[in-house]
């Protein structure tokens, strides 16, 4: 009885003693997982809880729509909620910096714009590098502007315009709604690279602006394509181009101002997402899948097209190389306009 009893106590102790070296083992397995395949883990986690799409625009907005239309398309592809909060002001650089600072975990996303692109030149001492601090996830919509007339100014396509313009220097007149705006920007891309002179004035808010180019006050605006094209089409307005890199899907007949007469032409109000840099690049990935996915979906391209803007779609390689191009295209730009960075 004694010796039974101490066999069995002893078997006890050696299966208790081989029990604990397998869950060793099998812990040190789980931590060489963690270390070494961190991100098939990761990504089996993301997200597991509301992720946040901070927008630096007034709800409204064609940028805020963009932002509730990948939202919507982020929550049915990664089964999660994603929120758009807006924080509008200093030209977005307020939602910047707080994504900027916000933890790298996937969990906090920038609805980016090219505002981003434009203030790296239009202002001085940011407290964030925008190309050292983000990461592009995707691009998804875009909006275009449009180069339109008075009906009687006597030109109908840009080539004319570049020909009247060179005849009488400092004669044609652009609205403009302020300063280093992309629509006065525009007008100081053309004058650069049609080597014309030309004069601009500036108005409070596009359709002030628009207005008085219907009323012939003016004489030419670079207008946001969904404000322009009604009064196009009811012929208040002359289209001469679109400064996007494609056709505009609302203006399918008006001619890009790179095919018109200026090659690599570009004005582009662009929307993406941007995560922190530092954010798991598995993350970045799974976001980026998921987001291009959504982009390319039926449904929310004919959303965009709808509010007036083009569906673009472009994962984080190609989004980093546009998003690069396009600071250098608005600090050309910027310098030649003569404006100082604040």
Not at 207 to 216: C, Q, R
């Amino acid at each position: 009885m004694h010796h039974s009893h101490s066999t069995q106590s002893r078997s006890r102790t050696r299966a208790a003693i081989l029990a604990f070296g397998l869950l060793g083992a099998s812990l040190g397995v789980l931590g060489a997982a963690t270390v070494w395949d961190g991100g098939a883990l990761a990504q089996e986690a993301y997200p597991s809880k509301p992720v946040k799409i901070v927008v630096g625009m007034p709800a409204g907005t064609f940028t805020d729509l963009s932002a509730r239309l990948i939202a919507d398309g982020l929550r049915s592809e990664l089964k999660e909620t994603f929120v758009v909060e807006n924080r509008p002001g200093a030209a977005t650089n307020i939602a910047t910096l707080g994504v900027a600072r916000a933890p790298k975990d996937g969990y906090t996303l920038l609805l980016s714009t090219n505002s981003n692109a434009m203030n790296v030149s239009l202002y001085k001492d940011l407290a964030f590098d925008v190309v050292k601090d983000f990461r592009p996830i995707a691009m998804i919509a875009s909006s275009a502007l449009i180069l339109a007339v008075t009906p009687s100014l006597p030109v109908s396509n840009l080539k004319e315009l570049i020909a009247y313009a060179k005849s009488r220097p400092d004669v044609l007149n652009f609205a403009s709604t302020g300063s280093g705006t992309a629509n006065h920007l525009a007008v100081e891309m053309l004058a650069k690279q049609a080597d014309i002179k030309v004069a601009t004035i500036f108005y409070k808010g596009s359709t002030e602006g628009i207005t008085d180019v219907i009323a012939g006050r003016t004489d030419a605006m670079f207008a946001p394509a969904s404000t322009a094209m009604p009064q196009i089409q009811a012929g208040k307005l002359k289209a001469i181009a679109v400064t996007s890199a494609a056709r505009s899907s609302l203006a399918p007949d008006v001619p890009t101002m790179a095919e018109a007469a200026l090659p690599g032409y570009e004005v582009t109000m662009w929307n993406g997402l941007f995560a922190p840099a530092g954010t798991p690049p598995e993350i970045v990935d799974r976001l980026a899948a998921a987001a291009t996915r959504a982009a390319s979906s039926q449904d929310l391209q004919s959303k965009i097209k709808s509010n007036g803007g083009d569906p673009i779609v472009m994962g984080p390689k190609e989004f980093q190389d546009y998003f690069q191009t396009d600071i250098r295209r608005w600090s050309d730009a910027i310098s030649a306009a003569g404006i100082k960075p604040q």
